[in-house]
């Protein structure tokens, strides 16, 4: 039976697989930019016979390479192994050109003079130069593979220097010799000096240049795979959840809150004669209905910076300020209840729903302490707002059948909004002038709203 952890695997592989392969294409789109650099350079009508036969050498190098990464970019699969190859010749190509003179070069005469001018004219840079295309292909696998070879390459290259004839090398310096200060600059000086101290020392930063990009690169991996998993999980949480909910439950590690008592807004809103309008549809047209209300309930919730708890059938409920520290909920959610309504009407304007009848909405809105927290064990937890500020605003949205508003909100509510808005908020509430005291089932005591009676 496979994990569970397989799927995202795949999904991240295909994701660097695909990027592997526009590392390839810009690998080849950049050995295209350095040979044309190189046939600016070395193709002149005074170029010696030396330049003319390194540039017969890089187009040798540069051109078959071009079309084995174009071709494995496009084809991929089980071609990827001449990527590979090609790293291995282009290691050896390059310690080949870096070191190995000119055979046309009119300095023939002097094979070691020879030896010291390539290497001194050239030493490491096109290792250097290579090595940071190949890191475009953000696979720590063929830097580390290309560095290798490169390492052996020029080990051998090394190895061939001091055993040519007539080359000075800097080993020659030793204890036997002792010479002075100027007997080693006049040796510095000497065309066919070599220091191999210092080719080898650049060859050591060549290779720990390669480990660094190698562990660099499958860093980045690593944390692109964090990224795309978090981002993953994100996604599904908010599937199900509010974004703003969604973004806490990802940042944390551990439960939200544990029974926490906070005050908040609670917003209650659902369609008035929804079961008659039901009754009469077919379930797909019943559901669209559904989604296009939810859409826009929840937009509008979202806008305003509320959080919707759940749907309960056409019902939506929220909460202004039960998870995080909104400010100016009471404002907030008036404003959100006001832009559904005004959505819905607009909505049902451009295409009634019911044969012509408006359909209406009904909002209740309560603040006051509710319980925040985890409900469940678990697998099965969700967070959730609860306590009688909730029931209260869920029996105030029902009441406006009774009392003919499209919102009634508590007096505590009405209050709260006036604190925060000392200035805006009796405006607000000049369209919702009318107050009464009613009976609200599951309370004891009569509770004081505030509705418009349209």
């Given at each position: 039976m ?39 350079l070395?193709?002149k ?8 036969y ?14 084995v990464?174009?071709?494995?970019a496009?084809?991929?699969?089980k ?7 090609l ?59 290309f ?11 090394i ?12 080993q ?15 040796t ?10 210092a080719?080898a ?52 590690d ?11 807004v ?12 039901a ?5 797909q ?53 006001q ?25 209740g809105?309560?603040?006051g ?28 949205e ?6 003919g ?50």
């Amino acid at each position: 039976m496979p994990s569970k952890t397989e799927p995202s695997e795949s999904i991240f592989e295909r994701l660097v697989a695909r990027e592997e392969k526009r590392g390839l294409i810009l690998v080849a789109f950049l050995r295209i930019c350095l040979l044309a650099f190189i046939l600016l350079l070395f193709s002149k009508p005074d170029s010696p016979t030396g330049k003319l036969y390194t540039l017969l050498e890089v187009l040798g190098w540069f051109i078959p390479g071009v079309f084995v990464q174009l071709f494995v970019a496009f084809r991929g699969g089980k071609s990827y192994w001449m990527i590979y190859l090609l790293a291995v010749i282009d290691a050896v190509l390059i310690v080949y050109v870096s070191v190995v003179p000119d055979p046309l070069n009119p300095l023939l005469d002097h094979p070691a003079w020879l030896y010291g001018f390539v290497v001194r004219d050239r030493g490491v840079v096109f290792s250097m130069i290579m090595m940071a295309i190949i890191i475009m292909t953000f696979s720590p696998r063929l830097i580390l593979w290309f560095g290798f070879w490169l390492f052996a390459s020029w080990c051998g290259a090394i190895w061939w220097l001091m055993t040519r004839p007539g080359v000075i090398v800097s080993q020659h310096f030793g204890d036997e010799w002792n010479p002075s200060q100027q007997e080693i600059i006049d040796t510095y000086n000497l065309p066919e000096f070599v220091d191999i101290s210092a080719l080898a020392e650049q060859v050591i930063i060549v290779i720990v240049f390669t480990l660094a990009c190698a562990v660099m690169v499958s860093r980045l991996r690593v944390l692109i795979n964090q990224s795309a998993a978090s981002e993953r999980a994100h996604g599904n949480l908010a599937r199900y959840f509010p974004t703003a909910l969604a973004d806490q439950l990802a940042d944390r590690d551990e439960p939200i809150r544990v029974g926490e008592r906070r005050e908040c807004v609670i917003l209650f809103a659902d369609v008035i004669g929804f079961s008659r309008f039901a009754e009469k549809r077919d379930p797909q047209e019943v559901m669209r209905f559904l989604n296009q209300f939810h859409h826009i309930a929840t937009s509008q919730i979202g806008a305003y910076g509320g959080i919707v708890e759940k749907y309960i059938g056409d019902a939506v409920m929220a909460s202004f300020a039960a998870f995080d520290d909104l400010e100016n909920p009471a404002a907030n959610a008036f404003c959100a209840a006001q832009a559904i309504i005004a959505q819905v009407a607009e909505w049902q304007a451009r295409a009634p729903a019911n044969g012509g009848e408006p359909l209406e909405i009904g909002v209740g809105l309560n603040f006051g302490p509710a319980v925040v927290g985890d409900i469940g064990q678990r697998e099965a937890v969700t967070p959730a707002v609860i306590g009688a500020t909730v029931n209260l605003a869920a029996r105030l949205e029902k009441a406006t059948r009774e009392l003919g508003s499209d919102t009634v909100m508590s007096e505590q509510f009405a209050n709260r909004l006036r604190k925060e808005a000392p200035v805006a908020g009796p405006i607000l509430l000049a369209r919702y002038a009318q107050t009464q005291t009613i009976q609200v089932k599951g309370f004891s005591e009569p509770v004081g709203v505030r509705f418009n009676g349209c």
